[in-house]
């Protein structure tokens, strides 16, 4: 899911905008089961270098921190 979200979406055409949110949803309900592993495993694409992976690893850090709320850890 990750190199689909690092693609952007075409904002011309809903059906791409929509389905990129749905890719971020899919990120946050991943999360909200197990937030630690999917944060392990959008920090570990930074050091990729490659730009696109970058920015899919923000959007998704930033889809959680404007949908997510707060989220309790498990101790």
Avoid: Q, W
């Avoid at 952007?8 to 592993?37: G, I, K, S, W």
């Avoid at 992976?53 to 850090?61: C, Q, V």
């Amino acid at each position: 899911m990750h190199p689909l979200v690092c693609r952007p979406p075409d904002f011309r055409n809903p059906a791409t905008v929509r389905n990129h949110n749905e890719l971020l949803r899919c990120f946050e309900v991943l999360a909200r089961y197990n937030l630690e592993t999917v944060l392990t495993f959008a920090i570990n694409r930074f050091p990729i270098k490659e730009p696109n992976a970058i920015i899919g690893s923000l959007l998704i850090l930033r889809h959680f921190v404007n949908s997510m709320g707060t989220v309790r850890c498990p101790d």
